[in-house]
């Protein structure tokens, strides 16, 4: 598709040099004089393509090199012939800005647009208009209320009062009885019964005439009119005034005369919107004609969601149609995107119109992801309308919060097309009931796609072909492993205990590329889902597998491990238990050398009287024991077979630990002191070889400060332990106006 | 409506590097926001309009390469791969599907790309917020169609690039302005003889 060619083409049009564009240029000035005033007929036509031909080329110099040669200008916007024109159109979108040209209607940006032009609607040609109303639709001016009104006015004829015979073309000539020309007869609907009542989209004729074109057009930016012109000046709006009263009565059509441009065109929409639900009841007897149905629903309910916005009176008006159409929709789920436009509306105006919107939760949160996951569109949609509607649906709609299995489903069959959706939604899903279900899910993801995967394949794959894991997925024994991974709602536990099992029947899986992109997406997600941690739950909920030191070394854990705790310095001593347990275990300053390191050092600066009433002195000599064993174990006898010697982080970060322990607790000073200088000496020509000069040096030295900074206990204290809330001295009372006076005279010297 | 219609590259292109994406044919509807800044020339105004369609256009490539590896079927090699299928079956083999891009990155609103991608090309649309993505895909699958009958587009040929003038007037008859347009199959038989005399010429 993409050949050599083109790219050689392209090389050749980016590098063409000044003197060889010049003649070109003058080539071309020539070639299209000769043709506007050269001879017709065949000589005239060869001439006529050669135009367009170097036009072609031309477009393609400009559009690949960006160089422009002025004297073309006046010619090519004097050019006539269909061909040339669209041509020198896109010569000159490749070389003017794009405001500067007047000539150019679909590059008005919408200051400059001439509200003149608006006037002259009823005469310019059908594919000009749109490029006048889209001016329109960015309009702010005041001084264009006029126009406005007129355009509604406009807008109202061609939506409403289109034709409903069918237009020019039905007239046929007859081989043998000479010309005849038929009767138009009405227009059709797409099942091809007679129309029922005005004009419509979906209504088909042989022929078309033009203000049933104009229909078409209009319809097609009804919404973006209504949604833009919402915000314009210049129409009085009286419903306003009614609205909040919500009348049952006003239930028929008010009487069109009386009422203003703009709301008599909501009344055209409205009425256009539901003779529209009603022909899609109809079954259409081309493909095409179905799918275009299905887009009318959407816009259709769409446009009664605006009408109804703008108007709260027409609720009661609109809501019949909508729950019908709900309820001929809901049991299949083929027009699923239709049903999410239902939702939206009842997400608007359930409450206005006191209908129960259970069910149409339970289908949008429930039935669509759990069966459509594989949908990239219906997922785009459907996370696109939570992200926009989340401030209604996180209070109102508790099944919204407990569907995050089902959500997390778009997300484990295609991360990258929706991980951004899922960045701004994850805050939400975070609750304190929901928490930590939530972060075993995240952590299980890859397991879900690998299950996905399987789920989808299961009915395609006999059994010959499966695979170990498909096996595994069919079979009775392992079902509940996988029903619980595809769960619909949150509630029914927080992990499985035979996660390992499932690891090993899906081990197969890891290199399928759902779930490597799957897995891809996990780090992403746990930073935000930390970050949503510490500002959603309260202090006093117990954290406890929170804590993720069960779980494999991943370093965005840790991270937020440490961050967690550093706000919440009363959660190390609720988990002293668990945390010593990790500390005091020696193989874990091997394989989790990170992890252990950051928990040694938590519990050195955490575990003091001081930011703790219940950081006893048995505590922190608990604590001391198991690090000091674990220190003594890792610097006398030799690593285990097969592991590197520990990294020299890891003993300085006991170290430190140690002292800062015993700073709290004078009696354990000697002790440590004792060890320290031992240590000294067991570094230089002990069990255990250094690598680098550095690192024994580093031990030593580190050994050495902490061993003169506990001879003195007192200003160890101090040092070792910092206040709970960070160094304040400069607002204590004691403290400050020493530091205030100091500062002072020493500013008094300088002078 | 649409903000604007773009045909890039989904291929290894032997004088781009890896993940950088060639644009074929790109078209803007109405005002963009670059034109709103008055303190940029005309040049770097065009020139920055140019920048954010070579990022839509890297960021679909990007879609699609990650949907074709994660469907199982391999990115397809630009020249030698493309068997000689006709246009039906390209099309209905095409992958499609959407991308969110956020406000800022590169247009001042959000915007939602909606791509088609048939063998080592993609056909794409950039959509306001608020538009009918069920009508737009449709409306793409045609844009699509027409562009691959009348450009020959499985061929080896350069039309793409030389044609623009078919491009353009396909747009201004199933696209005008960059409206999209319900119609059934009468309207669109209707605009399709007009594409066809055009064509033709």
Redesign the interface.
Known sequence: ???????S???QARDIQDAEMAKFCSRMVKQTQARDQGPQGLQGRDQGLEA?DS???L??ILAAS?RLHQRLLALLLSSSG??LQ??C??VLRET?????HKLN??????GRFEGSALGRLGETPR?DV??HI?AA??ITSPSLADHVTLLNKKLIDWLRYASTQQGGGASSVGFFNGPRIRQPGPVTE?DGGPSGDFFT????????TEDQ?MN??A???L??WL?ASSAAPGDNDRSDVDGSVVSMVSATSSSSRLLAPRERLREKSFLYAQRLIEQSDRKAL?R??S??Q???L??AV?ILDQVCLEDVSQVFRAFPAVKALYGRLSPELGAA?VLLAVAQFYLNHGETAAVDCEPVWRLVFGRLPAELFND??LA??LL?FTRLHLHHLQPRVVQYTQAFPNLLKFLAW?S??VL??FVDLLPSLVTPGTAVELLHSLLDLPCLSATLVLQLRSPKTSSEEASLSLEAFRSPAHRGLFLFLLRAEAGSGDTIARLATLHRLLAEAADW??VV?AAQAVPVLLHVYFNAVVTVTPASHTHTSVLPLSFPPHRVLSFHLLRFCKLRPSLVVDQSHELLEFAGTTANAFSKEAVFTDVVWLLGEVLSGGSDPRCSVELITSCFESLEAVLFEVTSSAPPPGEEPVAPRVITSLMSALAKLASRSHDLIPRVSLFLSKLRAAARGGAVVWSREEDLVAIVTRGEELCSLLRLPGVAQSVLTPPPRGPRWHRDLNVAPSLQLRALSGLALLH | ?VHCFLIN?V?P???LEAGDS?V?FSRV????DA?QDEALS??E??ALQRDKLLLVARQVL??VT??R??S?RGPTE??AA?AATDEATALQEAD?????L?AGDPFLGER?VLWLA????AFSLVCLP?E????A??TLRSLARHCLEHLR??????E??????RI??LL?KLL?????????????Q?LEKDIAA?MA?
């Open positions: 598709m993409y050949s050599h060619g083109s790219e083409l392209l090389k367009v036009l072609q080329r477009h393609l960006g269909e061909q669209v041509l159109a896109a003017a800005p794009p405001s500067d209607y679909s590059q008005c940006s919408g594919a749109p490029s889209h639709l960015s797409l989209v979906l209504c088909v004729a042989q022929g078309f074109w078409a057009h319809f097609s930016l919404r973006p949604l081309k095409a004609d799918e275009l299905k887009a009318c959407v816009e769409l995107r990239p569109h785009h949609s696109r295609d990258p097309a951004e959706d590329p759902r992109q | 409506m590259t291929c292109v032997s004088a060639r074929l509807f109405g005002p963009d034109s005309a040049e105004r065009r990007s879609s990650l949907s590896e994660a199982g630009g020249v493309a499609s599907g959407v991308q969110r956020r939602s048939v063998q080592s090309l608020h009918n993505l069920l009508l895909e449709g587009l499985l061929g080896h040929g350069s793409v690039l030389l044609k623009v003038d353009d007037f201004s005008p302005h960059g409206q999209l347009l319900f119609l059934n199959h009468r309207f669109t209707s055009y010429k």
